[in-house]
């Protein structure tokens, strides 16, 4: 057996086993709000349509305890956009404004305040582009009692209105949420900001809020210093829903390239990884495998070959009810023939911006003293 045919496989059953994993992680049910009180921080910047009625809905959920919005600034339009929404709630919402100058993040700087100030033990972290759910909510919390360290959530990209929202749809839906569904059963999801559940007592066990700046990207710092007391990472079977509405392709690549970054100095084998995990890489060894196993042109391989990544992918979309249009099949393919060239970029990028802010990404992060 030639090497390709031998690596084609490999890829192969790697797609396979990952669509199958992505299926069996569909919700099942739905778990019961808990009794005990959880504090929801959220960090907010900027206006978007979308932040009144995610506060409206967050504060209308029926969890017990808290919703603590953390925003840098008084001056932020986000500021202005929450506070009648606070002060409609009180008691239920508190509305926290400035900065923490220790750290470099951004996020980390405008949360600090949250996180210290929160009441409850439990916390859960909920970006506020993601759309509330007491589904997911209860869900995160219900792996938080059954035991595990933490609990997190992959986005789902919903209300993609452009091409360039189409590219991010098609990098979080069909092959990010595919991947971690497999890596979730080894135990070894990587930990979403966008809604992240875990417990203070074991952060400040692990030393506090702090590690999280072990680095330039926060969920990963967060999840490494939880593992480290031991248990699992777990993954909720319901997906964070995301809007992307009508991003730019500059927004889009930026992001994506901070994306790529934040796997690259947390960790650098999966950075390097995801080169032969792409579609692009399984294109290729399927045209020169394909071509020897059936005796065929090469072009004629290739097609074979992306008729099966792509027919994956669209079976998997169809089966999970995740957002289908005429775009995406071309952003599946706009996505396999860029994942290689953004990993490249990010392997020579020193820096990138983040809300305003240079953000350094180096090989190694050096530890805080």
Excluded at 13 to 31: C, D, E, K, T
Excluded at 71 to 87: K, L, N, R, S, W
Excluded at 275 to 299: N, P, T
Aim: proline share 7%; charged share 20%; aromatic share 8%.
């Amino acid at each position: 057996m030639s090497a390709a045919i031998a690596g084609w496989l490999a890829a192969l059953a790697f797609l396979l086993a990952s669509g199958a994993a992505a299926l069996l992680r569909r919700p099942r049910g739905g778990a019961d709000l808990p009794a005990f009180p959880v504090s929801i921080v959220v960090p907010i910047k900027g206006a978007s349509p979308l932040l009144a009625p995610n506060l409206a809905a967050l504060a209308g959920m029926p969890f017990a305890g808290e919703i603590v919005l953390a925003v840098a600034e008084a001056g932020d339009p986000a500021h202005a956009v929450a506070a009648p929404i606070a002060a409609a709630n009180p008691g239920r919402m508190r509305l926290l404004v400035g900065e923490d100058p220790a750290f470099a993040n951004p996020k980390l700087r405008n949360v600090a305040k949250a996180y210290r100030a929160a009441r409850h033990d439990t916390i859960v972290f909920l970006d506020d582009t993601v759309r509330p759910e007491a589904a997911l909510l209860a869900e995160l919390l219900a792996r938080l009692a059954a035991g595990a360290r933490a609990a997190t959530a992959p986005p789902l990209a919903v209300d993609a209105r452009t091409f360039a929202a189409e590219f991010e749809a098609a990098t979080c839906n069909g092959y990010l949420l595919r991947i971690e569904a497999l890596l979730d059963l080894a135990g070894l999801a990587a930990g979403f900001g966008n809604a992240f559940a875990f417990r203070k007592s074991d952060l400040e066990a692990a030393g506090g809020f702090a590690r999280l700046a072990e680095g330039p990207c926060e969920d990963n710092a967060l999840s490494r210093a939880l593992r480290g007391r031991g248990g699992r990472i777990a993954l909720a079977r319901r997906n964070a829903i995301r809007p992307v509405g009508a991003r730019g392709w500059r927004d889009v690549a930026l992001r994506h390239l901070r994306w790529k970054n934040c796997t690259k100095c947390h960790d650098p084998g999966a950075f390097f990884l995801e080169i032969a995990i792409g579609g692009l890489a399984f294109h290729l060894l399927g045209a020169a495998a394909l071509a020897e196993l059936l005796g065929i042109g090469w072009w004629a391989g290739l097609g074979a070959s992306a008729a099966i990544w792509y027919g994956v992918e669209l079976a998997l979309h169809v089966a999970s009810g995740w957002p289908l249009g005429w775009r995406s099949p071309l952003a599946w393919v706009a996505r396999d023939l860029a994942q290689p060239a953004l990993t490249v970029a990010a392997a020579f990028t020193r820096a990138v911006e983040w809300r305003g802010t240079r953000i350094e990404m180096p090989w190694r992060w050096p530890r805080p003293r």
